[in-house]
C-alpha cells in the first residue's frame, strides 16, 4: 500500500518534526510506502540545494519520500487558493509516478488538494480533521461568523466531508459532533478513528532513569517547588490566566518556580509575570529543541495547561497533556478543552479548574498538593500516557487500521481502545 501525506506546513516545523514525522514512520513500519508533499516558507532563501538533499536522503532512509512546494502567504486568500491548486496538480503527478493508493490530507487545506487529486485520480481520500477550522476562526476573533470567509470555509468543509473515503479526529467529542450517533463507521458506512495527539514514550522513558535532585541541581532548582508549563503562549493560549496562576501559586507557596519552556518570545510571560510582582529568580523561561524537554520535566512537581475553552477547542488534543503524563507530572488545567476532562477524571491525574479566578486558582493549588502526596499518582501518569498518547499503541496502530480500511485490505486491530 502507498499513500501520499499532503502537509499545508513546512518540513522543519516544529509541529511536522514531533506530530506529522513520527506517525509516517509508524506507518512505514507497519508495511505502507509513504510519501509526503509540504509547503515551504520562503522556500529559495530558506533551501540551499545541500539542505534539500540532506533532508531527503535523511527521509529517504526511514522509507519517506519527499516533495515540497513552495509555501504562498499573501494575499492570504488568493495565495491560499493557488496553493491549493499547484498542490493538488503536484499530488496528482506523485499519484501517477508512485502508483498512490491513498492520498491523506492533514487538515481543511491540504485535504483540499486531495480531494482535486482524488477528482484527477481517482485515488482513496482520508480527511485527517486537526480540527474545527472554521470555527478557529471565529473563535479567535480574526473572522466573523457570518462574515464571507467563514461561510466560504464552511462550504469547503462540508464538500471535503462528502468527498472523503475516511476519517481522523482528534478527540471523541469532535466525533459525536460531526457524526452524531456513528461509532467506527459513518452513516454512509466510512471509517472513523479518533487519534489524539501522541507522543513517543521511549523519549520520556530514558528520563525516567534520570535523578531528579541531579536535574535540578544543574538548573538550580533545589529546595524548590517546581511548576512547568510547555508550549506556545498567546492566541487560544491563556497566558494572561496562566500567569495570574502563578502569581497565586508564589504568594501561596514560597518555594515556588515557575519554569516556562515554550518557542514563543519570552516577553508575553515574563511582562505579565513582573506585573504581578513575581520575582525573576523565582521563574525561567527557555526555548529548548524538542528532545530535551522529557529532561526539562524531570525537574517538576506540576504541569499546567491554560487554552481557551471555546467550541472549537472540542476538537483539540494538547500535545503538552500527553507529555506531561508521560514524564509522571499530574496537571492542572482548565476544563472544557477536548477530551482532557475525561482523562484527568478517569485516571486521577490532575485538577481541573473549573473558573478563571484566583480563588479558585488557589483551590486548585491545594488540591493539587494533596495529590502530590498520593505515591502512586507519577504511575499513573504514566499509565495514562500509555493508555491515551501511546505513539506505537494508539496513534501508529489507529493509522494502520484506518489504511486497512480505507484500501478494503486486512483490518489490523489497535492494541488499546480509545475513550469508548
Known amino acids: 500500500m502507498r499513500t501520499l501525506y499532503i502537509c499545508y506546513f513546512g518540513l522543519r516545523e516544529p509541529l511536522v518534526q514531533t506530530q506529522v514525522l513520527p506517525y509516517l514512520r509508524q506507518l512505514g513500519a507497519g508495511g505502507v510506502e509513504v510519501s509526503i508533499l509540504t509547503f515551504e516558507?520562503?522556500?529559495?532563501?530558506?533551501?540551499?540545494?545541500?539542505?534539500?538533499?540532506?533532508?531527503?536522503?535523511?527521509?529517504?532512509?526511514?522509507?519517506?519520500r519527499w516533495s515540497a512546494l513552495p509555501y504562498h502567504k499573501r494575499p492570504s486568500l488568493p495565495a491560499t487558493m493557488y496553493d491549493i491548486a499547484a498542490g493538488a496538480l503536484?499530488?496528482?503527478?506523485?499519484?501517477?509516478?508512485?502508483?498512490?493508493?491513498?492520498?491523506?490530507?492533514?487538515?481543511?487545506?491540504?485535504?483540499?488538494?486531495g480531494a482535486l487529486a482524488k477528482k484527477l485520480t481517482g485515488r482513496k481520500l482520508i480527511f485527517d480533521i486537526r480540527g474545527f477550522n472554521p470555527e478557529e476562526y471565529v473563535d479567535a476573533g480574526v473572522w466573523q461568523k457570518d462574515g464571507l470567509k467563514f461561510r466560504l470555509l464552511k462550504r469547503a468543509e462540508r464538500r471535503l466531508l462528502d468527498a472523503a473515503d475516511g476519517f481522523v479526529m482528534l478527540t471523541e467529542k469532535a466525533r459525536q459532533i460531526l457524526f452524531p450517533g456513528c461509532e467506527d463507521t459513518d452513516a454512509r458506512g466510512r471509517p472513523l478513528e479518533v487519534i489524539p495527539c501522541c507522543v513517543d514514550l521511549e523519549r520520556f522513558a530514558a528520563a525516567e532513569r534520570l535523578s531528579r535532585d541531579e536535574v535540578r541541581r544543574e538548573l538550580g532548582l533545589e529546595g524548590r517547588r517546581v511548576l512547568a508549563?510547555?508550549?506556545?503562549?498567546?492566541?487560544?493560549?491563556?497566558?494572561?490566566?496562566?500567569?495570574?496562576?502563578?502569581?497565586?501559586?508564589?504568594?501561596?507557596?514560597?518555594r515556588a518556580f515557575s519554569l516556562i519552556l515554550t518557542q514563543s518570545d519570552p516577553a508575553m510571560i515574563t511582562g505579565p509575570l513582573q506585573r504581578?510582582?513575581?520575582?525573576?529568580?523565582?521563574?525561567?523561561?527557555?526555548?529548548?529543541?524538542?528532545?530535551?524537554?522529557?529532561?526539562?520535566l524531570k525537574a517538576a512537581d506540576l504541569a499546567l495547561s491554560f487554552i481557551k475553552p471555546s467550541y472549537s477547542k472540542q476538537a483539540s488534543s494538547p500535545t503538552k497533556l500527553a507529555e506531561y503524563l508521560a514524564s509522571g507530572l499530574p496537571v492542572v488545567c482548565n476544563a472544557?478543552?477536548?477530551?482532557?476532562?475525561?482523562?484527568?477524571?478517569?485516571?486521577?491525574?490532575?485538577?481541573?479548574?473549573?473558573?478563571?479566578?484566583?480563588?479558585?486558582?488557589?483551590?486548585?493549588?491545594?488540591?493539587?498538593?494533596?495529590?502530590?502526596?498520593?505515591?502512586?499518582?507519577?504511575?499513573?501518569?504514566?499509565?495514562?500516557?500509555?493508555?491515551w498518547f501511546d505513539l506505537r499503541e494508539v496513534g501508529g496502530a489507529r493509522y494502520r487500521r484506518l489504511y486497512g480500511r480505507v484500501a478494503g485490505g486486512k483490518l489490523p486491530e489497535p492494541a488499546l481502545e480509545g475513550m469508548r
Open 276 to 296: 504581578r510582582g513575581v520575582p525573576a529568580a523565582d521563574y525561567l523561561v527557555r526555548k529548548i529543541p524538542p528532545a530535551e524537554i522529557p529532561r526539562y
Open 90 to 113: 503536484a499530488a496528482a503527478r506523485l499519484v501517477r509516478r508512485h502508483n498512490i493508493d491513498v492520498l491523506h490530507g492533514r487538515a481543511h487545506v491540504a485535504t483540499a488538494m
Open 41 to 64: 516558507p520562503d522556500m529559495r532563501t530558506a533551501w540551499s540545494p545541500e539542505a534539500k538533499a540532506e533532508w531527503r536522503d535523511r527521509l529517504q532512509a526511514e522509507g519517506i
Open 229 to 254: 508549563y510547555v508550549g506556545a503562549l498567546g492566541g487560544f493560549y491563556m497566558t494572561d490566566e496562566l500567569a495570574e496562576f502563578l502569581a497565586v501559586a508564589h504568594r501561596h507557596d514560597p
Open 336 to 387: 472544557g478543552v477536548g477530551d482532557v476532562d475525561a482523562v484527568i477524571e478517569r485516571d486521577r491525574t490532575g485538577v481541573l479548574i473549573r473558573e478563571l479566578n484566583p480563588d479558585a486558582y488557589l483551590e486548585a493549588l491545594r488540591a493539587a498538593e494533596l495529590l502530590l502526596q498520593d505515591v502512586g499518582v507519577a504511575d499513573r501518569c504514566r499509565a495514562s500516557a500509555r493508555r
